[in-house]
Structures are given as C-alpha cells and as structure tokens.
C-alpha cells in the first residue's frame, strides 16, 4: 500500500512538473500586442508556387505519364483531362505549345489548353 502511494504521489509530482514546464515553453508563442515586440510566430507551411503558364516543349511519354521537355531541358508533367489523348505514341517527340496552371513545387501542368505546333 505504501509503494502505490509514492508511486501515485511521485507519478502527480512528475505531471505537475511537465504541465509547469509546458505552460513555460508556450509563452513565446504566445501573441503579446502590448508592444513589448512580442508576436506569435506561428510555422508556415510552405504554399505550393501555382501560376498561369504557356510552355513550349516537346511531348514524351514516361511509364504512363504525360511528360513535356522545354528547350531548357526542364520537364513538367501534364495533367488533366486534355492529357489523355497526348499519352499515345502518336503525339511523341512532337513540340507542343502547352497553356495551364504550373505548380512549381511538383513541376506539374494543369493543363487548360494544347497546341500543337508540328505539321
């Protein structure tokens, strides 16, 4: 009976000691508008770089994906519904003028539009 009382009073020390500890910690995230220079400084995740494109580039095919090469040598795949018919072998090695939404962290087209340059 004795041990099960120092265990439940040690076990109490102990959460009171880690919730003082948290309460402590918090305080500079805390946002503190009083002008004492203190704000919350809360971690941002990083927002994906999505912007309007036209892409000029050869089409290639990659283990079912659609992908176009630009004469910089960068590769984009292209999604949307408009890929499907890109995806046969008919439209490789073909240049293209690609429109759509470029999302520059996952180098990939949305793509809105294709033009094909080839005659």
Same mark, same amino acid.
């Given at each position: 009976?004795?041990?099960?009382?120092?265990?439940?009073? %040690?076990?109490?020390?102990?959460?009171?000691?880690?919730?003082?500890?948290?309460?402590?910690?918090?305080?500079? %995230?805390?946002?503190?508008?009083? *002008?004492? *220079?203190?704000?919350?400084?809360?971690?941002?995740?990083?927002?994906?770089?999505?912007?309007?494109?036209?892409?000029?580039?050869?089409?290639?095919?990659? *283990?079912?994906?659609?992908?176009?090469?630009?004469?910089?040598?960068? !590769?984009?795949?292209? !999604?949307?519904?408009?890929?499907?018919?890109?995806?046969?072998?008919?439209?490789?090695?073909?240049?293209?003028?690609?429109?759509?939404?470029?999302? !520059?962290?996952?180098?990939?087209?949305?793509?809105?539009?294709? !033009?094909?340059?080839?005659?």
């Amino acid at each position: 009976m004795q041990s099960i009382k120092r265990d439940l009073v %040690f076990g109490a020390s102990a959460c009171a000691l880690v919730f003082a500890w948290a309460l402590v910690w918090g305080a500079p %995230f805390i946002s503190h508008d009083s *002008g004492h *220079g203190l704000t919350a400084q809360r971690a941002q995740a990083p927002q994906a770089q999505i912007r309007d494109v036209a892409v000029v580039g050869t089409l290639a095919r990659q *283990g079912g994906r659609c992908v176009l090469r630009d004469s910089a040598g960068q !590769e984009y795949t292209l !999604e949307g519904r408009l890929t499907a018919p890109l995806r046969t072998s008919a439209f490789d090695g073909k240049n293209v003028k690609v429109t759509g939404r470029l999302d !520059e962290s996952a180098a990939t087209i949305h793509v809105a539009s294709v !033009e094909i340059l080839d005659a």
